[in-house]
């Protein structure tokens, strides 16, 4: 089957830095994509990793290695906007979303 | 990015009534949409796939008598929650995205309550 597996929470402190590890098993891959998202509010768009390696976006940094089924999102310099869940989701063969279940992020001053 | 607007973002309704959601791209053709369901703490379920001009393709266990997918044009798809019941409550989402891109982009999510 497919599955999508996350850490459930986490907690960093401001001004350090954290990573949030997604290992999956699809049908298939067509890219992996990293969402933010604030409580009652919709998803907002991170990064998407199609090949392996590491991608750099301001304080935001994804991994992915597609021989191990494995990501990561690196977020530096911690700030307090920052606590939110982190969710992880593979497009398939079908470029359908597998979600992850999502890890909260929870920032201490 | 682009621009998806969903609406309305917070609605409660009588058990036994209807309720439609909106979903539109503003600024590009979607030619797929997608309707998430959020229950509290837990990630997103996608309910159906909408392609423009199509019926839309239902996951497991949704039922589409009860929750209607229109997408009659490549900047709005509809989802209707008829006869809704207090068990419906939860976030809805859409998303969409065009022809070969990748990424798709969610609408601001509809906050549901059936008292």
């Known amino acids: 089957g497919q599955n999508i597996d996350q850490p459930t929470e986490m907690t960093a402190t401001e001004g350090a830095i954290v990573q949030i590890n997604c290992t999956y098993q699809?049908?298939?891959?067509?890219?992996l994509f990293w969402y933010q998202q604030h409580a009652g509010e919709a998803p907002t768009f991170l990064s998407y990793n199609v090949l392996d390696g590491l991608e750099e976006k301001g304080r935001f940094s994804s991994f992915l290695s597609r021989s191990k089924g494995y990501s990561y999102l690196l977020l530096k310099e911690l700030q307090m906007k920052d606590s939110a869940s982190y969710l992880c989701?593979?497009?398939?063969?079908?470029?359908?979303?597998?979600w992850g279940a999502g890890t909260k992020l929870i920032i201490k001053p | 990015g682009a621009v998806v607007s969903q609406h309305p973002s917070r609605v409660i309704c009588k058990s036994g009534t209807s309720v439609k959601i909106e979903c539109r791209s503003l600024?590009?053709?979607?030619?797929?949409m997608f309707w998430y369901r959020q229950f509290p703490k837990k990630s997103l379920m996608l309910m159906a796939t909408s392609n423009e001009g199509s019926k839309a393709t239902y996951e497991q266990g949704v039922e589409k008598d009860k929750f209607l997918i229109n997408h009659a044009s490549l900047t709005l798809s509809t989802l209707t929650v008829t006869s809704a019941h207090p068990e419906d409550s939860s976030f809805y989402i859409c998303?969409?995205?065009?022809?070969?891109?990748?990424?798709?982009?969610f609408g601001q999510g509809t906050r549901l309550t059936v008292v």
């Open positions: 600024d590009f053709q979607a030619t797929t």
């Open positions: 989701a593979v497009a398939d063969s079908n470029y359908q979303l597998i």
């Open positions: 998303s969409a995205k065009g022809g070969s891109d990748t990424e798709a982009f």
């Open positions: 699809t049908s298939g891959f067509n890219g």
